[in-house]
């Protein structure tokens, strides 16, 4: 099956720096997205993005699905972007999105 | 539109009893998939019902069973539980098996003593 595998797997930064998340994938895929686990478990879905660039605020996701990587950019970081970042991806034929290991994110005031 | 919502929040059982958690899916969608996740770990797939079948499942033995209903909602039932089953249970829909992608619940905590 498809291994996903995201760098670095900590991340710490002041408020207001900028940051970028790496997702690697094995295999072509039908699906990827990008979540923020907070502190009680939900996993907030940020970003859709099998391919091409997609912005929502101060964040933004690039996949090339060619090359077979995903970017998660945040920018203005703030206290409240701290949490776990999750890549997912789901690959032809399969019904299961698998994940990859997540970036722990803090960042400090 | 109302999201995924998951049912207990919390729950803790005994080694050797059985549990059921619920989930009701986004409004329009048709597939429910439930995943384990452990601490510090990303989530797991344990199985896929679309349309109220069955359709895929991961590396869980047979003692964990699943359903979906007619509205699509969904059930995880865990027999004879182990420790090792306490773990955040996420229930995620979609429609048409991922289509647009998979919409989380809260998830259920489970603790096993």
């Known amino acids: 099956g498809i291994q996903v595998e995201q760098s670095p797997p900590d991340l710490i930064l002041q408020e207001g720096a900028n940051s970028t998340l790496r997702c690697n994938f094995s295999?072509?895929?039908?699906?990827l997205q990008w979540f923020h686990q907070n502190p009680w478990g939900q996993l907030i879905n940020l970003f859709y993005?099998?391919?091409g660039t997609k912005q929502n605020g101060r964040l933004s996701a690039t996949t090339v699905a060619t090359e077979r990587y995903s970017l998660l950019y945040i920018s203005s970081s703030q206290t409240t972007d701290s949490g776990v970042y999750f890549c997912?991806?789901?690959?032809?034929?399969?019904?299961?999105?698998?994940f990859g290991k997540g970036t722990k994110l803090t960042v400090n005031p | 539109e109302t999201g995924v919502t998951q049912s207990p929040t919390h729950l803790i059982k005994t080694r050797g009893q059985q549990v059921t958690l619920r989930c009701s899916s986004q409004?329009?969608?048709?597939?429910v998939s439930w995943y384990q996740q452990a601490l510090g770990q990303g989530p797991q797939f344990i199985f896929q019902?679309?349309?109220?079948?069955?359709?895929g499942r991961g590396n869980f033995p047979p003692r964990f069973s699943g359903l979906q209903f007619p509205n699509y909602s969904s059930e995880l039932n865990v027999n004879a539980l182990e420790l090792d089953d306490s773990a955040l249970y996420l229930c995620?829909?979609?429609?048409?098996?991922?289509?647009?992608?998979?919409?989380f619940g809260s998830g259920t905590r489970l603790t096993v003593v």
């Open positions: 995620a829909s979609s429609w048409d098996r991922g289509q647009g992608g998979y919409t």
């Open positions: 993005i099998p391919s």
């Open positions: 019902y679309y349309r109220e079948e069955e359709n």
């Open positions: 295999d072509s895929v039908n699906n």
């Open positions: 409004s329009g969608h048709n597939t």
């Open positions: 997912a991806a789901l690959s032809g034929g399969s019904e299961k999105l698998v």
